[in-house]
């Protein structure tokens, strides 16, 4: 068992219910990003908060530092020795993500336009490629839009990673993966999908950049 998940339980024993679906959940994160796919994350309320704190927290340091490889870091002195320099000492690794949830112009653009409960569906449809991941947040697992974007992901050939409460739900079915947390109440479902979250993001941090 990796490390972060044996301090995840520790610290949360009720979560040791979820490990199988951890474990699979990571190995597909981990395998998308080594072929230099990305993920893509959506939430309504709570939840885009969430999705977007998973992208801060794979698109610059978290716990470990990110510095870039060093042939990247030549390469920008090669273009601009000024400028290289500082990019090469400050710019950190990242894991791309994308959180669905802002965009502010595309999504109410597209809302006034359009059918509104498919806002996060046209952004996979735009952004998602074959070998990506859509990450769906919700608490009971049947958010409509989170569901057209999950139904979309499959169909471009996006792995689909759900992240519920312990009920049973449209978005359990549709996944490839789904992590229920053993919770039923909304705000006790989102108190444990933060260390949750936390945890896939160390631990993929750990393997890209340990």
């Not at 951890?22 to 999705?51: H, M, P, W």
């Not at 390469?75 to 959180?99: C, D, F, W, Y």
Request: proline residues 3%; negative net charge; hydrophobic residues 40%.
């Amino acid at each position: 068992m990796s490390t972060e998940l044996q301090k995840l339980f520790n610290r949360y024993p009720n979560l040791a219910v979820c490990k199988r679906q951890l474990e699979e959940a990571y190995e597909i994160l981990e395998t998308a990003f080594a072929q230099g796919r990305k993920l893509l994350v959506c939430g309504n309320g709570g939840s885009a908060s969430d999705s977007e704190h998973i992208v801060g927290e794979l698109m610059k340091e978290f716990k470990l530092k990110r510095k870039v490889f060093a042939d990247q870091a030549e390469t920008m002195k090669r273009i601009h020795p000024e400028m290289g320099a500082v990019l090469a000492e400050n710019l950190q690794g990242a894991l791309p993500a994308i959180s669905l949830t802002g965009h502010s112009s595309l999504t109410t653009a597209f809302m006034n336009d359009s059918e509104p409960e498919l806002i996060f569906a046209q952004q996979v449809n735009g952004y998602g490629k074959e070998g990506d991941v859509f990450l769906g947040i919700s608490t009971s697992g049947n958010s409509r839009n989170v569901l057209y974007a999950a139904v979309t992901a499959k169909a471009k050939g996006l792995k689909v990673v759900g992240l519920t409460g312990q009920r049973e739900s449209k978005l359990s079915a549709l996944a490839d993966v789904c992590i229920q947390v053993p919770e039923v109440e909304t705000y006790k479902i989102q108190e444990l999908h933060l260390p949750v979250y936390h945890c896939l993001c160390l631990m993929l941090e750990d393997h890209f950049f340990g």
